[in-house]
């Protein structure tokens, strides 16, 4: 009868111990569902980022070519528009020295109108005179207005980059290289060579050239 109580109580522990590790092997697959569960979860949760990421980075972009498109079309605008005013100062820029010396030309006119054949004496021919010397004062006087400066280098060092040698001649007077004679002036607008003055240079006194070489 030991026995058999000895051989019932084993029984019981035994299923005791086979109930114990059935719960915990149900705990553990109840863990292990529940990981799995999460994980998707996870999984999913981070698609749904990545495509929010996705979809904000698209957006983004669209944006950056939006701008980048209204860049280069205002630029585009602006090199034209540059262009038209650059070639309407090219055209109409000077419209306003222009307008000047219609003024000249005017007075001109009128002191050629005035020196008709019928008035062709001593007092209309000092009126003729008189009347070009105001023409060309006020002529003087629109070319310091607008900048225009004459160039008449007499007696001055001659510069290749404001003057034109006509001749060489030589000089006892003036050493080499120094303009002896201004056939024609030059002007500069500014610090720009309009029109180099065209000048005769002294080639120094050839006697003493003579000397030296001797």
Do not use: C, W
């Not at 005179?129 to 008449?152: F, P, T």
């Not at 001749?167 to 610090?191: C, K, N, R, T, W």
């Amino acid at each position: 009868m030991n026995q058999r109580k000895k051989t019932e109580k084993n029984q019981d522990t035994n299923n005791q111990e086979e109930d114990q590790n059935i719960n915990s092997a149900n705990t553990e697959n109840g863990r292990s569902n529940e990981n799995t569960a999460t994980n998707e979860k996870d999984d999913s949760k981070n698609e749904e980022n990545l495509d929010n990421h996705e979809n904000e980075t698209q957006d983004e972009i669209k944006v950056l070519k939006d701008q980048l498109l209204r860049s280069l079309a205002e630029n585009e605008n602006l090199r034209k528009r540059t262009a038209k005013e650059i070639e309407q100062i090219k055209k109409y820029g000077h419209i306003s020295l222009l307008r000047d010396f219609l003024n000249v030309v005017d007075n001109l006119e009128r002191a050629v109108k005035s020196s008709t054949s019928e008035n062709q004496t001593e007092s209309g021919m000092k009126n003729l005179i008189d009347g070009i010397e105001i023409v060309l004062k006020e002529m003087k006087s629109l070319l310091d207005k607008n900048q225009i400066k004459k160039i008449e280098p007499l007696h001055e060092k001659f510069d290749y980059n404001f003057h034109q040698a006509m001749f060489e001649a030589p000089s006892s007077d003036y050493e080499e290289g120094l303009i002896i004679e201004v056939v024609q002036p030059g002007y500069v607008l500014h610090d720009r060579l309009i029109r180099p003055a065209m000048v005769g240079v002294s080639k120094g006194e050839i006697v003493e050239k003579e000397k030296k070489d001797e």
